[in-house]
């Protein structure tokens, strides 16, 4: 069964940094691509970084690209996002998601995420 949990977030002011985590059971990280998702009130879901965790290869959305950065820890079976200079408007409930990477060695954004965490609050004051 996959899982996925969140943790990380929480406040912190304008030009901070937090670093998200999503803890990963249920499946094989490494044939899997994981993307982290963000939504604020009243908005609509908004992709923030995607990674093949295999290859490594990222995708990033291109307001968010310097300041954030998704990275992947196999033997932990763990996924981050480092977000850095953080902005009020980057103040949202935070999703980690999966899909299945299957032959692509590439994952981006726009690719269907079959499975999503409970996500983690991040709420960025000025």
């Known amino acids: 069964q996959v899982q996925l949990v969140e943790s990380g977030g929480g406040p912190v002011q304008a030009g901070g940094s937090l670093r998200l985590s999503c803890a990963t059971s249920g499946f094989t990280l490494i044939n899997y691509c994981m993307a982290w998702f963000r939504q604020a009130p009243g908005q609509e879901r908004e992709g923030v970084a995607s990674i093949h965790a295999r290859t490594g290869n990222t995708d990033y959305a291109d307001s968010l690209k310097g300041r954030f950065t998704i990275s992947r820890d196999s033997a932990e079976n763990t996924v981050y996002l480092q977000m850095n200079n953080l902005k009020p408007e980057d103040t949202a409930m935070y999703y980690c998601?999966?899909?299945?990477?299957?032959?692509?060695?590439?994952?981006?954004?726009?690719?269907?995420?079959?499975?999503g965490g409970q996500g983690t609050q991040v709420t960025v004051s000025s």
């Open positions: 998601a999966a899909a299945r990477a299957y032959g692509d060695n590439t994952c981006n954004l726009r690719r269907p995420y079959t499975y």
